[in-house]
C-alpha cells in the first residue's frame, strides 16, 4: 500500500509514517516548513517528503497513492486537500488509519490526561521494554531510552499517549476515541484547548466516549484526586476501575485507592507497601507530579502482567523524555533547563520539582505562552500563582492578544516582560548569577532561546 500523508513532520503523524513503513508499506509525505529533527529522521526511512501542499503532488510523488492521510493541520481551504476531495481519492485521518492497520489486533495501553501524557507513556514502554515484551509505541515526545518517539514493537502490546485534541476537519471527536484501549490511564483532567473546546464540561464528554470503548475486560487506571474525572465515570464506566492518589491526598469520601505513593516513593497496593520508586541519579524524575505518573504506569504494566517488581526496576533506570527537565547546558555556573509546560498547572509542577532539586538556590522561570489557549488568554489570570515559586519570571509577549505586563503585575519587580527575542536573552543573561537554574518553558522551539542564552552566558564569563 502507498500512504502520502497530509502533515507528516508532526510528532503524531511522523510516527505514523514511521510505523507503517516497519509494516513494508511505502510511504510519502507533505508539510510546511520541512526540516529536522523530523525530516531526517523519515528521510532516513526512505520516506520522501515534499514542502507544502500543492496539488501538483497528485501529478508527481503522490501519484499512485492508495489512501491519503490527513493530519489534522490540514484545513479546508488546503490546496492539495481540495483536489484530493474533487477527485473523489481515498482519504482517512491518521487516528482512524493507525487503529485499522496496526492496533485492531493489538492490546493497546492508552495514555489520556491533560498534563504527563508523554511522560507516562514513556514510563509504561520502558517498563514493558524492560519486562522483555518489546512493545509498539508512539508517543508525543522522544523517550530519552529509545532512540525514537514511535516504533512498530514485535510485541502484542502497544502503548499510545491518548491526546483529546480533533481528530481531523471532517472529524471532530477526539483523537483517543479511535484508539479502543484494554488499557487507560485517565491521569487528570482540566480545562485547555480553548480553540477547540468551549468548556471543561466539552472535554470531559470526550472523555466520558474514551470510557465507553474501553472493554468490560478491561481497566481504567484513574486518578483519585480528579473531581473532574469523578464526573466523568459517574456518567458511566463498564469495566474495573483502579484508583491511584498520593498517600497525602484529601480524597472524598468513599474513593478507597487501589494504588498508592508517599512522598518518600514508597508505593502501596490495597495498602501494603510493594517497594519504593527510585530514579536514576543523573536523571532524577522531579517532584509529586513525576510520582503520580510513575505510579499510574506501574499500575497500567501491572494489569498487562508485569511483576512490580520488574517496573520499579525499570523506573530506576527510567531517563525520562527530552523536553521535561532537560537540562540543556551550563554555562559559568548556570544550568539551563527545557521543558514543555505551557498550561499553568503543569508550570507550577515544573518548577515545584526543580525546587525540590535545587533548594534555596535562585530559579528563573522564562516562559512563551506559545499553544492556542494561552495565546487567546483563556488562562492567563492564573499565571501569577503558577510562577509564584521562581525567584524571577521572564514572559516573552510577542503576538499575544493580551497585556502581560498587566497580568504579571501581582509579581511586581519579581516579573519582567519582553517582546523582542534578542532583548529577552539579555535580559536574562544580566539577571544571572553562578548557582542559578534558568527554566525555559514552551510548547515550541522559542526561537533557538537555550542556544543563545548558552552562547550568550559562555561570552560573558569569558
Given at each position: 500500500?502507498?500512504?502520502?500523508?497530509?502533515?507528516?513532520?508532526?510528532?503524531?503523524?511522523?510516527?505514523?509514517?514511521?510505523i507503517?513503513?516497519?509494516?513494508?508499506?511505502?510511504?510519502?509525505?507533505?508539510?510546511?516548513?520541512?526540516y529536522?529533527p523530523?525530516?531526517?529522521?523519515l528521510?532516513?526511512?526512505?520516506?520522501?517528503?515534499?514542502?507544502?501542499?500543492?496539488q501538483?503532488?497528485l501529478?508527481?510523488v503522490?501519484?499512485?497513492?492508495?489512501?491519503?492521510?490527513?493530519?489534522?493541520?490540514?484545513?479546508?481551504?488546503?490546496?492539495?486537500?481540495?483536489?484530493i476531495l474533487?477527485?473523489?481519492?481515498?482519504?482517512v485521518s491518521?487516528p482512524q488509519?493507525?487503529?485499522?492497520n496496526?492496533l485492531?489486533?493489538?492490546w493497546?495501553?492508552?495514555?489520556?490526561?491533560?498534563?504527563?501524557k508523554?511522560?507516562?507513556?514513556?514510563?509504561?514502554?520502558?517498563?514493558l521494554?524492560c519486562?522483555?515484551?518489546?512493545p509498539?509505541?508512539?508517543?508525543?515526545?522522544?523517550?530519552?531510552?529509545?532512540?525514537?518517539?514511535?516504533?512498530?514493537g514485535?510485541g502484542?502490546?502497544?502503548v499510545?499517549?491518548?491526546?483529546?485534541?480533533?481528530?481531523?476537519?471532517?472529524?471532530?471527536?477526539?483523537?483517543f476515541?479511535?484508539y479502543?484501549?484494554?488499557?487507560?490511564?485517565?491521569n487528570?483532567?482540566?480545562?485547555?484547548?480553548?480553540?477547540?473546546f468551549?468548556?471543561?464540561?466539552?472535554?470531559?464528554?470526550?472523555?466520558?466516549?474514551?470510557?465507553?470503548?474501553?472493554?468490560?475486560?478491561?481497566?481504567?487506571?484513574v486518578?483519585?484526586?480528579e473531581a473532574?474525572l469523578?464526573?466523568?465515570l459517574a456518567?458511566?464506566?463498564?469495566?474495573?476501575?483502579?484508583?491511584?492518589?498520593?498517600?497525602?491526598?484529601?480524597?472524598r469520601?468513599?474513593?478507597?485507592?487501589?494504588?498508592?505513593v508517599?512522598?518518600?516513593?514508597?508505593?502501596?497496593?490495597?495498602g501494603?507497601?510493594?517497594?519504593r520508586?527510585?530514579?536514576?541519579?543523573?536523571?532524577?524524575?522531579?517532584?509529586?507530579?513525576?510520582?503520580?505518573?510513575?505510579?499510574?504506569a506501574?499500575?497500567?504494566?501491572?494489569?498487562?502482567?508485569?511483576?512490580?517488581?520488574?517496573?520499579?526496576?525499570?523506573?530506576?533506570?527510567?531517563?525520562?523524555?527530552?523536553?521535561?527537565?532537560?537540562?540543556?547546558?551550563?554555562?559559568?555556573g548556570v544550568?539551563?533547563?527545557?521543558?514543555?509546560?505551557?498550561?499553568?498547572?503543569?508550570?507550577?509542577?515544573?518548577?515545584e520539582?526543580?525546587?525540590?532539586?535545587?533548594?534555596?538556590?535562585?530559579?528563573?522561570?522564562?516562559l512563551?505562552?506559545?499553544?492556542?489557549?494561552?495565546?487567546?488568554?483563556?488562562?492567563?489570570?492564573?499565571?501569577?500563582?503558577?510562577?509564584?515559586?521562581?525567584?524571577?519570571s521572564?514572559?516573552?509577549?510577542?503576538?499575544?492578544?493580551?497585556?502581560?505586563?498587566?497580568?504579571?503585575?501581582?509579581?511586581?519587580?519579581?516579573?519582567?516582560v519582553?517582546?523582542?527575542?534578542?532583548?529577552?536573552?539579555?535580559?536574562?543573561?544580566r539577571?544571572?548569577?553562578?548557582?542559578?537554574?534558568?527554566?525555559?518553558m514552551?510548547?515550541?522551539?522559542?526561537?533557538?532561546?537555550?542556544e543563545?542564552?548558552?552562547?550568550?552566558?559562555a561570552?560573558?564569563?569569558?
Amino acid at each position: 500500500m502507498h500512504l502520502h500523508i497530509l502533515g507528516i513532520c508532526g510528532t503524531f503523524m511522523g510516527g505514523i509514517a514511521a510505523i507503517a513503513s516497519a509494516y513494508g508499506h511505502r510511504v510519502t509525505g507533505c508539510d510546511v516548513h520541512v526540516y529536522p529533527p523530523m525530516s531526517t529522521q523519515l528521510e532516513a526511512l526512505g520516506i520522501a517528503l515534499t514542502d507544502g501542499f500543492g496539488q501538483e503532488q497528485l501529478q508527481g510523488v503522490a501519484r499512485h497513492a492508495d489512501v491519503f492521510v490527513i493530519g489534522n493541520v490540514v484545513t479546508r481551504g488546503n490546496p492539495l486537500m481540495e483536489a484530493i476531495l474533487d477527485a473523489g481519492l481515498p482519504n482517512v485521518s491518521g487516528p482512524q488509519w493507525l487503529h485499522e492497520n496496526v492496533l485492531r489486533e493489538r492490546w493497546v495501553v492508552a495514555v489520556a490526561g491533560t498534563h504527563g501524557k508523554t511522560t507516562t507513556s514513556a514510563m509504561v514502554t520502558w517498563i514493558l521494554e524492560c519486562a522483555g515484551l518489546n512493545p509498539g509505541f508512539l508517543i508525543g515526545g522522544v523517550p530519552l531510552d529509545f532512540d525514537a518517539s514511535a516504533r512498530r514493537g514485535d510485541g502484542r502490546l502497544f502503548v499510545i499517549e491518548a491526546d483529546e485534541y480533533d481528530t481531523a476537519f471532517f472529524d471532530k471527536r477526539s483523537k483517543f476515541v479511535h484508539y479502543h484501549p484494554r488499557t487507560a490511564i485517565l491521569n487528570n483532567l482540566e480545562y485547555d484547548h480553548a480553540d477547540i473546546f468551549s468548556d471543561l464540561a466539552a472535554i470531559e464528554t470526550q472523555f466520558h466516549h474514551l470510557v465507553r470503548t474501553v472493554p468490560r475486560s478491561g481497566r481504567l487506571i484513574v486518578n483519585a484526586e480528579e473531581a473532574s474525572l469523578a464526573r466523568v465515570l459517574a456518567r458511566g464506566s463498564w469495566c474495573e476501575v483502579d484508583y491511584f492518589a498520593s498517600a497525602d491526598a484529601a480524597l472524598r469520601d468513599g474513593v478507597v485507592p487501589t494504588w498508592q505513593v508517599g512522598a518518600d516513593g514508597d508505593v502501596r497496593l490495597h495498602g501494603a507497601s510493594q517497594g519504593r520508586l527510585a530514579w536514576p541519579p543523573d536523571a532524577p524524575q522531579l517532584g509529586r507530579h513525576s510520582r503520580m505518573n510513575a505510579l499510574a504506569a506501574l499500575a497500567a504494566a501491572h494489569h498487562v502482567g508485569v511483576p512490580l517488581a520488574v517496573g520499579l526496576s525499570a523506573l530506576s533506570r527510567f531517563h525520562g523524555v527530552r523536553r521535561r527537565l532537560e537540562l540543556r547546558g551550563r554555562e559559568g555556573g548556570v544550568a539551563v533547563y527545557d521543558d514543555f509546560a505551557h498550561h499553568p498547572t503543569a508550570i507550577q509542577a515544573t518548577i515545584e520539582g526543580l525546587r525540590k532539586a535545587v533548594g534555596e538556590a535562585r530559579i528563573l522561570a522564562v516562559l512563551e505562552p506559545r499553544s492556542n489557549t494561552m495565546r487567546q488568554g483563556t488562562m492567563k489570570e492564573a499565571l501569577p500563582e503558577s510562577l509564584a515559586g521562581a525567584d524571577k519570571s521572564f514572559c516573552f509577549a510577542a503576538n499575544l492578544g493580551w497585556d502581560a505586563a498587566a497580568v504579571l503585575s501581582p509579581l511586581g519587580a519579581r516579573a519582567a516582560v519582553h517582546d523582542n527575542l534578542d532583548a529577552l536573552v539579555d535580559a536574562i543573561a544580566r539577571e544571572s548569577r553562578a548557582g542559578d537554574s534558568v527554566l525555559v518553558m514552551s510548547n515550541g522551539g522559542f526561537g533557538g532561546i537555550h542556544e543563545k542564552l548558552l552562547a550568550r552566558l559562555a561570552s560573558r564569563h569569558r
